[in-house]
């Protein structure tokens, strides 16, 4: 069996121009939102942890003396370069590691952030116990993935249907569950906010380039869902016209 991180590099290195191009990922309140929490000073030095297509790195790099790009898989590194080039953004450091072993010495930045990323670490705690090792006291985390229901039945639910989608999506936590990630690595939680995106099930799933019998089978789950499930997922219209909802949440973090 793949291990959960090749599976990830596998998948994205093959959909690198997607996560580029994704108006999800490119743009949106909730990447003002995370920005906007982050607090960046100009003298600081950023980390942005799993960069994918650059959008967090790129978004924050003008307002920090240096930023660095972490991400598991090159060509999602390669993919990231090409858009500073073309939106003119230097000056960032593009760095191939693994957000549960950051190749970085202890207490080496102002400031991380992790955007749409988490739910495909196998071990989120490590990979925020490994943040806050990093970061300087006083530094700043800033946050942002996609969340799921307080109830376990319907948080394994929507986390099912997530991975039939991708398989290299490990789980995504409740917000409870974050918060107390974020207590067992020592950091002091901050401001959060919630955003809801609506997603065609057709470009969802174009995206991963599912077949035709994962998509029956998501449409399938859809329609059999909990009452919880479906107050969370809220889908709506059918055939192509068929859409849903992922929930977000963004959080900033402080090492004391
Ligand atoms: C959806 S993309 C990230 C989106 C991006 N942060 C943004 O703001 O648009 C997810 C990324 O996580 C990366 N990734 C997955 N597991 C990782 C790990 N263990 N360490 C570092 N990066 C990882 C993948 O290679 C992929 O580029």
Redesign the pocket.
């Known amino acids: 069996m793949t291990d ?2 090749s599976l ?2 596998e998948r ?1 290195a093959e959909h ?1 121009d997607e ?1 580029v191009k ?1 108006p999800t ?2 743009a949106g309140a909730d ?1 003002d939102k995370l920005v906007e929490l982050t607090h960046a000073q100009p003298e600081w030095v950023a980390l ?10 790129i978004a924050v790099a003008p307002l920090v003396a240096g930023m660095v790009a ?4 090159p060509e ?1 590194l390669d993919a990231a370069r090409g858009l500073a080039e073309e939106r003119g953004i230097a000056g960032i450091e593009f760095v191939l ?4 072993a950051l190749p970085f010495a202890d207490e080496s930045f102002d400031l991380v ?5 988490a739910h ?3 071990d989120i705690q490590r ?1 925020v116990d490994e943040v806050a090792r990093v970061l300087r006291p006083g530094g700043r985390f800033v946050l ?1 993935d996609q969340c799921v229901p307080e109830s376990a039945a319907s948080a394994a639910f929507v986390n099912l249907f997530d991975r039939l989608r991708d398989p ?1 999506h490990s789980r995504a936590l409740s917000q409870s569950a974050w918060a107390e990630v974020v207590r067992r690595s020592r950091l002091s939680l901050g401001e959060s906010a919630h955003f809801e995106k609506r997603m065609a099930l057709t470009e969802w799933t174009r995206m991963q380039s599912c077949s035709a019998e994962t998509v029956v089978r998501l449409r399938e789950m859809l329609a059999d869902a909990s009452e919880v499930a479906l107050a969370w997922m809220a889908p709506e219209g059918d055939g192509d016209d068929l859409s849903f909802v992922i929930r977000q949440l963004v959080f900033c973090a402080e090492k004391p």
Do not use: N, W
């Open positions: 959960p991180k990830s590099r994205f690198a996560y994704s990922h490119a990447l942005d942890v799993a960069t994918g297509g650059g959008h967090t790195a972490l991400d598991l898989t999602m590691g693994d957000a549960e952030t992790c955007r749409i990323a495909h670490f196998p990979s942002q290299s």
